[in-house]
């Protein structure tokens, strides 16, 4: 090992003891059960649901407060006391005004805190103290120290503990202390959160989902196709931005570009009353409670079509210079008779409904005019300066992978493309042919280099961006097209039909899954595929176990936008040491009616996966990192303390 780096390291370590200390540590918690991971997917800007999902941990916190307390409360009181752990700020007012006095007030306090603190003390049960120490409030961490290790056998030291207790209630700290301990518990239930894609578009407040997601204690994040969409548009391709617009216009969406990341949709909105009028098609599909006027309406609707048009048009030139993109079907614009108002698609010719044709130019249909040039430069411009923007999108490069090996298990928001006999499927870059695990690895180095060069906006690194978002070979769209155009002016709805991978209704083959596991040199006895994207349509009987429980799919549909066809509000998993657990759960209406009702929007858990032996530290991914801390200090040791 290089002397140089055993120097820095011997300047922490500066005495054999400290050195023996941190080898006996690492050593130990290599023998503590796994902590649990918790998987989300899909989040689609639905924060209120997120965080409800978060500060409950998939109802891990009920499960807790159940194991310690079932027998000792009511099944209301559980609720209630479940409630001030997700939403203590708010539940702590709502009770204080229940109470008539401050005597009463005060043995509530002294109860709770009781309660809180045995609480942690189960929760922190597999954590090391040093680990702890860490989650708790740092105000109150001597303070709640002595109280979680208290012994007393003699009752010498009683008085002393419960005037702790009386200080902490006459001082006006309760409130701040069972706050901090709520948040302490929330943080202990989960010792690691898994993203499996898609934090962005349709709902209302992806940015608070992403400011969430910068505070965690620890997480990844596995992107998916929306989140490479605003990726790519921060990353300088146009088409990506026009993508990300046009579907913010289309649910109603636009305050997250505007008023959230400041960018300022004027000179779009001038372009688009000069050229479009009101269009059904067009028409903002209502997601929120928002009232909008007939006015409002009107603007995003022409809006949409202006920024529609621009995406089409932008998507030409990059089809034209990728012949490997493989995409030529897809130059819709200059398959159109604009005189007769029809387009002919493989073979078929179709009247168009609903056009918004004012900025085309037969001769040209693919050249934007000077002035949605303009507006598409300054869009870019005010995207790639927008600091909260940079924030954002930084997180999320920085966490984020296309693919995830974690404990065993293959993370992936999308799919991994397969030919219809459960080959992996093949895509040629720059005269190089790609398949499977390489192919995410080599769309995954164009992602990030585009995003290291956002000044280069027409390489292919950024077209490969787009292509992630559209392209047949893609591992996070999975489909043959994308067809967004028919959708819009083409009434026959057999040309709307988007042609899934084969992955698609291959991941119920147990042997296919099994494969895939092996091309990313995964134990396939062992590992399982954790995916998302697709929402499982509970409603028609599908199962989100597949493949003999090889395959787990968790989008069920946090978005609201495909609740009606879920018949649930999303799937989270849950993996311990025992064991995976997979958690449905039903639509979350608002955080009024957890505080006011006790509910908790979780339907039936159900088993994926038994541990045969209680998993340790020692086989996962953290441990494999204990042991190469543990070989570099016992390096140390040898070329500093033993010579």
């Known amino acids: 090992m290089n002397s140089k780096f055993l120097d820095l390291l011997a300047q922490k370590y500066d005495c054999e003891e400290k050195v023996v200390t941190e080898i006996i540590n690492l ?20 924060y209120q649901a997120f965080q409800h999902v978060l500060r409950n941990g998939s109802g ?40 008539s006095n401050v005597i009463e007030l005060n043995e509530w306090y002294t109860e709770i805190i009781e309660r809180m603190i045995k609480l942690i003390s189960y929760a922190s049960s597999k954590y090391t103290r040093s680990k702890l120490r ?36 006459s001082l006006g700290q309760a409130d701040k202390l069972i706050i901090g301990l709520a948040y302490t518990t929330q943080r202990l239930v989960v010792d690691h959160l898994h993203v499996v894609g898609d934090i962005y578009d349709r709902g209302p407040e992806p940015d608070k989902i992403m400011d969430t997601l910068i505070k965690y204690h620890s997480l990844d994040i596995q992107w998916g196709n929306h989140d490479v969409l605003w990726l790519g548009a921060f990353a300088g391709s146009k088409v990506c931005l026009a993508n990300i617009i046009r579907i913010c216009a289309r649910y109603d969406n636009l305050d997250i570009i505007e008023d959230v990341y400041g960018i300022n949709l004027r000179p779009l909105l001038n372009l688009a009353e000069k050229y479009y009028v009101d269009n059904p098609a067009f028409r903002p599909k209502r997601q929120t409670d928002n009232h909008l006027s007939e006015e409002e309406q009107l603007q995003i609707t022409k809006i949409h079509q202006a920024i529609a048009m621009i995406q089409f048009k932008l998507e030409s030139p990059i089809i034209k210079r990728r012949p490997h993109f493989n995409m030529t079907e897809r130059l819709l614009l200059e398959k159109i008779d604009y005189d007769k108002n029809i387009i002919t698609i493989n073979g078929n010719t179709y009247p168009l409904d609903h056009t918004c044709f004012a900025t085309i130019n037969p001769n040209q249909p693919d050249e934007l005019l000077e002035e949605e040039e303009k507006v598409m430069d300054k869009l870019l411009f005010a995207v790639q300066h927008s600091e909260k923007l940079a924030r954002h999108m930084n997180f999320l490069m920085k966490k984020g992978s ?22 992996m499927e093949k895509m040629e870059i720059e005269n190089k042919t790609y398949a499977g695990r390489e192919l995410l690895d080599t769309f995954e180095l164009y992602l990030r280099h585009a995003f290291a060069n956002p000044q280069i906006t027409d390489d292919l690194a950024t077209d490969m961006v787009w292509y992630l978002w559209t392209g047949e070979n893609s591992s996070l769209f999975g489909k043959r097209e994308m067809t967004t155009f028919e959708r819009y002016f083409i009434k026959d709805k057999k040309t709307h039909k988007e042609r899934k991978n084969p992955y698609y209704y291959l991941r119920e083959n147990e042997d296919i899954c099994r494969k895939i596991l092996e091309e990313f040199d995964l134990n396939p006895d062992q590992g399982h595929i954790i995916n998302g994207h697709t929402p499982v349509k509970e409603i028609d009987g599908e199962d989100p176990i597949k493949a003999n429980g090889k395959m787990i799919v968790i989008d069920g549909g ?6 009606s066809t879920t018949g649930i509000a999303g799937y989270t998993l849950l993996y311990n040491s025992y064991g995976m657990q997979l958690v449905a759960h039903k639509q979350f209406n608002s955080k009024k009616d957890v505080l ?31 042991r190469q801390e543990v070989s570099i200090l016992k390096s140390l040791m040898e070329y500093r303390y033993m010579n």
């Open 596 to 626: 006011q009702n006790g509910t908790d929007v979780l339907s039936v858990k159900r088993l994926v996966d038994e541990e045969l032996e209680r998993k340790k530290v020692a086989e996962t991914n953290v441990g494999d990192e204990l």
């Open 134 to 169: 860490k989650a708790l409030p740092s105000q109150f961490v001597y303070i709640i120290e002595e109280l979680l290790y208290k012994k007393d056998e003699l009752s010498n030291k009683e008085p002393y503990y419960t005037k702790i207790v009386q200080q902490i209630i």
């Open 27 to 46: 050593e130990a918690i290599l023998n503590l059960p796994k902590g649990t991971e918790h998987f989300v997917s899909d989040l689609h800007g639905e």
């Open 60 to 99: 891990n916190v009920k499960e807790k407060i159940k194991d310690l307390f079932k027998g000792v409360l009511t099944e209301k009181e559980l609720n209630e006391f479940a409630t001030l752990v997700y939403y203590p700020e708010e539940k702590i007012q709502l009770i204080k005004n229940h109470f």
């Open 558 to 563: 946090f978005s609201k936008a495909y609740q």
């Open 402 to 423: 296309l693919y995830l090996r974690y404990n065993g298990n293959l993370l992936i928001h999308g799919c991994i493309p397969l030919d219809d006999n459960g080959n």
